[in-house]
Nanobody, 115 residues
Framework: QVRLVESGGGLVQPGGSLRLSCATSGSIFSIYAMGWYRQAPGKERELVAG???????YYADSVKGRFTISGDNAKGTMYLQMNSLKPEDTAVYYCNRRLRPYYSWGQGTQVTVSS
């Protein structure tokens, strides 16, 4: 069973940056099946970035050009570099598979963008 642990969130001013980390354990981990999601209060969870087989990446239009996803297969870790943060990026961020079936969801890491 894969365990996902997200970290790196916090309170940041608009225009600031954060780097989120996703640590995995419990099974064979491939970054090529993974992605970052976020869920804002009152909204559904959405996929914001993913790594596709071959190293290609996917970004939601709302974060394109500001967020960068990366990972290290050997370490079983994945990252999300978030720059030029906006108040609308405020949400709990999670990592998981890009497609079903999902692993059990971790607790996520809270990102709050506010002045």
């Amino acid at each position: 069973q894969v365990r996902l642990v997200e970290s790196g969130g916090g309170l940041v001013q608009p225009g600031g940056s954060l780097r989120l980390s996703c640590a995995t354990s419990g099974s064979i981990f491939s970054i090529y099946a993974m992605g970052w999601y976020r869920q804002a209060p009152g909204k559904e969870r959405e996929l914001v970035a993913g790594i596709i087989s071959g190293g290609s990446t996917y970004y939601a239009d709302s974060v394109k050009g500001r967020f960068t996803i990366s990972g290290d297969n050997a370490k079983g870790t994945m990252y999300l570099q978030m720059n030029s943060l906006k108040p609308e990026d405020t949400a709990v961020y999670y990592c998981n598979r890009r497609l079903r079936p999902y692993y059990s969801w971790g607790q996520g890491t809270q990102v709050t963008v506010s002045s």
